[in-house]
């Protein structure tokens, strides 16, 4: 539970400092004040990611816990018709090129076909 609580505080520190990197990075001992704050997150002895994710992070999951399950739900039925819409889509297009593949390679054959004996044809069949 510590570490799932560590890394969930430390993926959204990662995703704001993403953005917030690019403002205040020329503040004077940016990254050293970013690194001491990777370890407070990161030590038994503060448990920083601990007291972030129950002062923070649960609370405001908790209050948006119904928003967040209708999300994963359409999320979920969209996800469902995306990938039938597109299943048919691929095969519409492969039904597609294998009939043009054959209309084109149907004279072809037949010409060749033509070309052999009988002999050559009974032997083809035996094989």
Do not use: C
Not at 77 to 97: P, S, V
Request: no cysteine; charged share 20%; hydrophobic share 50%.
């Amino acid at each position: 539970v510590r570490w799932m609580m560590y890394w969930i505080v430390f993926a959204l520190f990662m995703a704001t400092e993403t953005f917030t990197d690019l403002l205040i990075s020329w503040f004077p001992f940016y990254y050293e004040v970013k690194m001491a704050f990777v370890i407070w997150l990161l030590s038994p002895y503060t448990r920083g990611a601990s007291l972030l994710y129950r002062r923070f992070v649960h609370p405001t999951l908790a209050r948006r816990e119904k928003d967040i399950d209708a999300f994963l739900v359409r999320a979920r039925e969209r996800g469902y018709e995306t990938m039938l819409h597109f299943g048919k889509r691929g095969l519409n297009l492969a039904a597609t090129a294998a009939v043009q593949a054959a209309t084109k390679s149907q004279g072809a054959l037949a010409g060749r076909l033509r070309s052999f004996s009988t002999h050559d044809l009974r032997s083809l069949h035996e094989q």
